[in-house]
């Protein structure tokens, strides 16, 4: 059974940038999207962006263009999460999730991670 | 529009059937998914598809769709549904999106 484990909580200086780490152990991995969903304090999920390893490429959502960066290693069956020029909004719980189907990154999650805290404070 | 609209809360009595509804033009196409989220937890995802439920989901779970409208019914509600639900589709780019979320209160 694949499982999906992340890199622990951080804490952030508003303006820096975060890398979250997502490592997938127990099956197949490039093949299939990871996605990651923030989730802000007492909020909803928000897709931020995916990758599918084998292809490379990465699709984001419009509002973290520019500002987001996820790509995948292959050889460590782990996708990374980059935040950058963060401000307090930005404070959120962050998870990895993996596609349904093979070869797209649309639209259903069947395995998630644990979610990291990502606190943006001075 | 590039939107999925849940309601805010609903309520059920223990046993009852309760349907959570998402509102969405990319409904008319595609098939939501449904995820339950308890506190403190990642979402899990309940159904996909036209009705499909993941291995380990109760039957009690069932999905259902017309026009613009997703439904996530569950009959014979018990005490641990209670939880927040998430529906997701997709947006006009095609990229994922998530509805609002219900979340649902067994009485």
């Known amino acids: 059974q694949v499982q999906l484990v992340q890199s622990g909580a951080e804490v952030k200086k508003p303006g820096s940038s975060v890398k979250v780490s997502c490592k997938a152990s127990?099956?197949?991995?490039?093949?299939?999207?990871i996605s990651w969903v923030r989730q802000a304090p007492g909020q909803g999920l928000e897709w931020m962006g995916g990758?599918?390893?084998?292809?490379?490429?990465?699709n984001y959502a419009q509002k973290f263009q520019g500002r987001v960066t996820i790509t995948a290693d292959e050889s460590t069956s782990t996708a990374y999460m980059e935040l950058s020029s963060l401000r307090s909004e930005d404070t959120a719980v962050y998870y990895c999730?993996?596609?349904?189907?093979?070869?797209?990154?649309?639209?259903?999650?069947?395995?998630w991670g644990q979610g990291t805290m990502v606190t943006v404070s001075s | 529009s590039s939107e999925l609209t849940q309601d805010p809360a609903v309520s059920v009595a223990l046993g009852q059937t309760v349907r959570i509804t998402c509102q969405g033009d990319?409904?008319?196409?595609?098939?939501a998914s449904w995820y339950q989220q308890k506190p403190g937890q990642a979402p899990v995802l309940v159904i996909y598809?036209?009705?499909n439920r993941p291995s380990g989901i109760p039957d009690r779970f069932s999905g259902s769709s017309s026009g613009n409208t997703a439904s996530l019914t569950i009959t014979g509600a018990q005490a641990e549904d209670e939880a927040d639900y998430y529906c997701?589709?997709?947006?006009?780019?095609?990229?994922?999106?998530f509805g609002g979320g219900t979340k649902l209160t067994v009485l």
């Open positions: 999730a993996r596609g349904l189907q093979m070869a797209t990154i649309c639209c259903a999650f069947d395995i």
């Open positions: 127990g099956g197949t991995f490039s093949s299939y999207a």
């Open positions: 990758i599918i390893p084998i292809f490379g490429t990465a």
């Open positions: 990319s409904l008319r196409s595609y098939y």
């Open positions: 598809g036209k009705n």
């Open positions: 997701n589709s997709r947006d006009s780019s095609g990229n994922p999106l």
